[in-house]
């Protein structure tokens, strides 16, 4: 897994690399240069943003700023599109690069969305137990709905679902759980 991270760090350094080299040789034009600081500034930063993901210190904080680096990633994407689009630069010269950002965009959606989990497993707050004390619906026994999310009964009168909707509905439903014991 180490090893892993270790490559795409590498690989989004190499694609940097190859981003600054392509904004040097991009036309002295008003245009060129408008795309040429926008691509730099997005192509560069998709390296640095995933090395920050790597710190994180927790699984949000790592799913948040992947999102950072997908952004960037497709920013990236449309850029070199624009470069071709426009004719500044032949399709033929940019199809490598354009398919690495590609691959890169691939690869982090995909890590985003598996450290984002199922949604049923996605947690609310720093847990994913509901059997915390003080909690209205300790102890309760989970059950699905008809839509096969888990749900808790607080009271025979209230189902709350556990689906990132919960939070409101804890919210709204908790003082009505508290009084009821």
Known sequence: ???????????????????????????????ARAISRQLLRSGTSVGANYRAAGRARSRAEFVAKMGVVV?????????????????MISKARLDDLIAEANELLS????????????PEDRVIGRTTSMDRPGNPL????????????????????????????????????????????
């Open 107 to 118: 690869i982090f959606v995909a890590s985003q969305k598996t450290a984002r989990g199922k």
């Open 138 to 181: 300790m102890g309760m026994p989970d059950q699905q709905d008809a839509l096969g999310r888990r749900t808790v009964f607080c009271s025979p009168d209230h189902q709350i679902s556990r689906s990132p909707d919960l939070f409101v509905h804890l919210i709204s439903r908790s003082l009505d759980c508290w009084r009821m014991e």
């Open 71 to 87: 952004e960037e990633a497709d920013e990236t994407v449309f850029w070199l599109e624009l470069l071709t689009d426009s004719g």
């Open 1 to 31: 897994m180490l090893e892993k991270h270790l490559d795409l760090r590498d690989r989004t350094k190499r694609f940097a690399l190859r981003i600054l080299k392509l904004c040097d040789a991009l036309p002295k034009t008003d245009g």
